[in-house]
């Protein structure tokens, strides 16, 4: 089993920047893939980025460069920097984890976090 707790959300202003973690609990190989995904209020949970056991990256469309996820084995902590922060990047975000899946799919993440809020005013 392997828990995530989600922190580091907030409100802020258009173009300012967050930073948010994801500490996980529990059997740590459960966690060598990890990923963030968002969920706006009316809107479908979407994967935003992604980051497996080899240091490897993906992220979503719309990022655009202003998204870096990154990992610290040691500390078992997944972050992601939100720079140029915009309204539109106003949700729910979550944390998800799996032994061994790598992508977007969020039905093929095993673990879960509660979610941090981040809202973004004009």
């Known amino acids: 089993q392997v828990q995530l707790v989600e922190s580091g959300g907030g409100s802020v202003q258009a173009g300012g920047s967050l930073r948010l973690s994801c500490a996980a609990f529990?059997?740590?190989?459960?966690?060598?893939?990890m990923g963030w995904f968002r969920q706006a209020p009316g809107k479908e949970r979407e994967g935003v980025a992604a980051?497996?056991?080899?240091?490897?990256?993906i992220y979503g469309d719309y990022v655009k460069g202003r998204f870096t996820i990154s990992k610290d084995n040691a500390k078992n902590t997944l972050y992601l920097q939100i720079n140029s922060l915009q309204p539109e990047d106003t949700a729910m975000y979550y944390c998800?984890?799996?032994?061994?899946?790598?992508?977007?799919?969020?039905?093929?993440?095993?673990?879960w976090g509660q979610g941090t809020q981040v809202t973004v005013s004009s």
């Open positions: 529990g059997h740590t190989y459960g966690s060598n893939c």
């Open positions: 998800a984890a799996d032994e061994a899946y790598f992508g977007f799919n969020r039905y093929e993440y095993k673990y």
């Open positions: 980051i497996d056991s080899d240091g490897r990256t």
